[in-house]
């Protein structure tokens, strides 16, 4: 398969803890995007990458998340200190430069 | 920033019938937009695009048309099958495609 993968796709938490997710892209895609979606709602964008530099990040990005794509290819996002409402689905999506993103199935946090 | 409004939420056809769901957006620098396709537990996955310098784009049953004027672009699936049962978000973005802003989503149900 030479889509997105993401992992893992389902992560249980308690409150307080650390968790972190991968995102492999597609081969050689220099652009890497992480999003966030809640239920009923559709994808919010929390930062993006262009190879290793991270470009731009979301207000809804706050000091508790970072993310990292250090070699220009996969991406991982770690959230500390996780609270109730940062359960959603975090999605990531790698484009080749052009406008086109292809997303991953995505990871579901349930933090309790 | 860029706001994205679709309607309707819920839509609900027979199969066979046409289904037509539309979106407006605020900035009027936005040039691309992707209409994504959502089934349950995985990620969006693009089902087709329109640049600003495009009136109407079409692909088999599928169709997207944009009015930049009026800034608001619809999908129209004709020939609708269960298959197509699914949540359908919209998107703009500018041309740099840093910040992409999806819809809320349409759920879209296909009675046999």
């Known amino acids: 398969d030479t889509g997105v993968s993401q992992d893992p796709r389902h992560k249980i938490t308690k409150r307080g803890q650390n968790v972190t997710f991968r995102c492999d892209p597609i081969s050689e895609h220099n652009r890497l995007y992480w999003y966030r979606q809640t239920l009923g709602q559709g994808p919010e964008f929390l930062t993006y990458?262009?190879?290793?530099?991270?470009?731009?990040k979301s207000r809804l990005l706050s000091d508790r998340f970072s993310a990292e794509r250090p070699k220009g290819s996969f991406s991982t996002l770690e959230i500390q200190r996780t609270e109730q409402g940062d359960s959603a689905m975090y999605l990531c999506a790698s484009s080749s430069g052009g406008v086109e993103q292809f997303f991953g199935p995505g990871t579901r946090l349930t933090v309790l | 920033g860029e706001n994205v409004e679709q309607h309707p939420s819920t839509l609900s056809v027979q199969e066979g019938d046409s289904a037509v769901i539309k979106c407006t957006y605020s900035?009027?620098?936005?040039?691309?937009f992707p209409w994504y396709k959502q089934e349950l537990g995985k990620g969006p996955q693009l089902i087709i695009d329109i640049r600003s310098n495009v009136g109407e784009k079409k692909d088999q049953r599928i169709a997207v048309t944009l009015n930049k004027t009026a800034k608001h672009f619809s999908l129209h699936i004709t020939e609708t099958q269960p298959e197509d049962s699914a949540v359908y978000f919209c998107a703009a973005s500018r041309n740099n495609n840093n910040d992409m802003r999806f819809g809320a989503g349409t759920r879209l149900t296909v009675k046999p």
């Open positions: 900035d009027s620098a936005s040039n691309y």
């Open positions: 990458f262009q190879n290793e530099a991270q470009l731009e």
